[in-house]
């Protein structure tokens, strides 16, 4: 039986928005994920879109969705726990098993979950799965004493084996999908190259849960395809893709541009001066990644200065198709990228002129892949098609 999403989300007041936005870019935690719910929520994107998006179950994100509409803020904080008190935060707690874990691969005597639970003030479970999240960029990660001698008491007297450098635990399946996905804007994975999650976990130095979850985000956004009994590869476009992804880019790109042409307001207008100086400095580092980070960057904003809720739910279902074509389509371009910066800065500059005549068909262009009669001057050699 299918559950339907809830009605609409309110709009979040000034106040609200601001606290959330706030919350959403502290280190990973309980209350960063609770807000980012929020604010995903308020976009009007249902409890399954927001769960794909944060990577949390359908039910996480229906309870903090409630949690609010009934309780504002407040209800994003956690309930008074029964029980004893607890001596250290979360945060507190991975710290000190971080520490714990570090002086066990020098040999140090590993204490039980039992004793660390005493400590902490925590639960025994709690202790065991901090544990364990602290310790799965570990190759031979030490195990809490349950009576049995941990893994290093089998060594000889060289001391313990050596590891990798471990990912932070806050990070670990965040950063593998960043760096599989860095790998694949770059080129440095090209389309039809096999991903294998062994392979990726020795890599980064991590279990192979992190690379199993990256993949599934991956798969998610187009940019890999898994198939049964042939494994995961970085996906391939085709022209007929291609096209259509063009197709449908021109039609939108030219209508936003005529709707904000002169009517841009302060901050989108300091948000797209933003990304024009991050394309700029992309060229300046050779940064192909970065590049197309700040160029989908650029026209997300535009979108979004339209302030429209239809447009920018239209926009969140072709960017991914957008980076497909950017990134599949062409993997290690490294030709005009200095013209195209300065071309997004006229792209600016016709969005603040406010004719929409000229921005419609500019846009147009740009999206259709004919730049090259924007340029100054003549194209340089092998300039890309249009971003």
């Known amino acids: 039986m299918t559950v339907p999403d809830p009605q609409a989300f309110p709009q979040l007041s000034e106040e609200d928005r601001a606290a959330l936005s706030d919350y959403s870019r502290q280190p990973p935690g309980a209350l960063r994920l609770r807000s980012s719910i929020v604010l995903a929520c308020a976009e009007g994107l249902t409890n399954t879109e927001v769960a794909q998006r944060l990577q949390v179950s ?13 309780r504002g803020m407040a209800g994003l904080s956690d309930a008074p726990r029964s029980g004893r008190p607890r001596s250290v935060t979360r945060q507190g707690a991975e710290a000190h098993i971080a ?51 941990g893994p290093g008491a089998e060594q000889d007297g060289d001391g313990p084996a050596p590891v990798p450098a471990r990912i932070p635990r806050q990070l670990l399946s965040d950063q593998v999908y960043t760096l599989l996905r860095d790998w694949i804007v770059s080129g440095e994975l090209v389309p039809g190259q096999r991903l294998v999650e062994s392979e990726i976990a020795r890599r980064v130095g991590t279990s192979q849960t992190p690379p199993r979850e990256a993949i599934k985000r991956l798969a998610y956004e187009g940019l890999v395809v898994s198939q049964p009994h042939r494994g995961t590869r970085v996906a391939r476009i085709s022209e007929r893709q291609a096209q259509d992804v063009r197709d449908i880019r021109v039609m939108f790109e030219e209508y936003v541009a005529r709707r904000i042409a002169g009517r841009l307001d302060a901050e989108h207008t300091r948000l797209l001066t933003d990304d024009v100086a991050q394309l700029r400095r992309a060229v300046n580092k050779g940064d192909i990644a970065a590049f197309r980070s700040a160029d989908m960057s650029f026209h997300r904003h535009v979108c979004e200065a339209a302030r429209n809720d239809a447009l920018i739910r239209l926009w969140r279902m072709i960017e991914s198709s957008l ?28 969005l603040r002129s406010g004719d929409p005549d000229v921005a419609g068909p500019m846009f147009a262009a740009h999206a259709a892949g004919e730049v090259d009669r924007y340029l100054p001057g003549q194209a340089e050699p092998g300039a890309p098609s249009g971003q």
């Open 58 to 70: 359908p039910a996480t994100v229906a309870k903090w969705r409630d949690r609010y509409l009934r």
């Open 323 to 350: 980076w497909d074509l950017h990134v599949l389509g062409d993997p290690r371009y490294v030709g005009g990228w200095g013209a195209l910066a300065e071309h997004h800065a006229e792209l600016l500059d016709v």
């Open 99 to 149: 520490a714990v874990l570090a002086q066990a691969e020098k040999g140090s005597p590993v204490p039980s979950t039992r004793a660390l639970s005493d400590t902490l003030g925590l639960s025994q479970s709690t202790v065991a799965r901090i544990w364990r999240e602290q310790a799965a960029g570990l190759s031979e990660p030490p195990r809490p004493r349950n009576g049995k001698r």
